[in-house]
């Protein structure tokens, strides 16, 4: 399964396998497009397919091998979470260019299989990627079958696929990562919950007022729901205040004892993944930054959820 992955870092990390499967599991994935009742209409105008979820039609078998397969080969450590999705695209179908940023609790990796026997060049489909979203694609993958491509989501992920004259299917098999799971978005959006500004004691008024006059909109925004997140977990004003000078890259030149260090530095990182994506090098920098610190009893909900032990 997944045994000779081509790995390319341009347009952005992927891999592409030939041969993907063994002909027993390609003729079982088929027999996923023959039901006929359950497919779900994307009719938008640079979005047109069908799609059906058959996440519990996967032998579990199958499961733990591809996942196996695919935290060997991403280096990712996934959960065993796991959503698959048949794709079926008719002629006059096409996917416009589109990222598939991981927002909160969102997948992080995707494998997508082609399923299209006697492929021609003139049946369309093809997959393509591409550096931005008004460039020329840099790569393109055929969707012939048993052709398969996987690869990190994240904000410059960008793919689309070629309108078809020929119906094409495609399975596509989707991965968690331990640090972005819909555990952790149900927790941030309870955290979050009718959120005010307002809620945030006076000191910060000046500090964020100031801030306001000279920082992008975005960032003084992120700072606010940082210093929100230190408000609701019962930390002091200086904290708050703390909290969101350093979210929004203001350096207070105080030097913090331990609890601070971290609280300041998960609240940032929560404000970040409710208001943007989740980042894996951003995340990587966090779990450096927090390694073998005693985890405080305040934060310890949110930080086992965001930096779970792991292997
Ligand atoms: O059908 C394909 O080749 C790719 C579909 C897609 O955009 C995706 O799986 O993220
Ligand atoms: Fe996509």
């Known amino acids: 399964m997944l045994s000779q992955p081509h790995h390319h870092q341009n347009p952005f990390p992927f891999f592409a396998v030939d041969a993907a499967f063994s002909e027993e599991q390609c003729a079982t994935l088929e027999q996923l497009f023959l039901q006929d009742s359950t497919w779900q209409h994307r009719d938008g105008a640079f979005y047109r397919c069908s799609l059906r979820e058959v996440t519990d039609e996967i032998p579990a078998t199958f499961h733990h091998e591809i996942l196996a397969r695919m935290r060997e080969i991403t ?6 979470r796991f959503m698959v999705t048949a794709q079926r695209m008719q002629p006059g179908h096409v996917i416009g260019i589109h990222s598939d940023r991981p927002l909160l609790g969102y997948e992080i990796a995707r494998l997508v299989l082609q399923l299209n026997k006697n492929w021609q060049a003139e049946h369309g489909g093809v997959l393509e990627l591409f550096a931005s979203p008004e460039g020329e694609a840099t790569f393109k993958v055929n969707p012939e079958y048993n052709k398969a491509f996987g690869f990190l989501l994240h904000a410059a992920s960008y793919h689309g696929v070629t309108e078809v004259t020929q119906p094409r299917q495609t399975v596509v098999f989707n991965f968690w990562h331990v640090a972005n799971t819909p555990e952790l978005e149900a927790h941030i959006k309870a955290l979050f919950a009718n959120l005010h500004f307002s809620e945030l004691p006076a000191a910060l008024d000046p500090i964020a007022a100031a801030a306001e006059a000279s920082l992008p909109e975005e960032v003084t925004y992120r700072a606010g729901t940082a210093a929100v997140a230190l408000q609701r977990w019962g930390y002091d004003a200086a904290t708050v205040v703390n909290g969101y000078q ?10 913090h004892d331990a609890e601070t260090y971290a609280a300041v530095r998960l609240a940032d990182w929560m404000a970040y993944l409710y208001r943007d994506s989740f980042n894996l090098a951003r995340w990587k920098i966090l779990r450096d930054e927090l390694a073998g610190m005693e985890r405080f009893t305040r934060l310890l909900p949110t930080w086992q959820l965001c930096l779970p032990e792991w292997g």
């Open 246 to 255: 350093y979210s929004a890259g203001l350096d207070s030149n105080d030097t």
């Open 75 to 80: 280096g990712l450590p996934l959960v065993e």
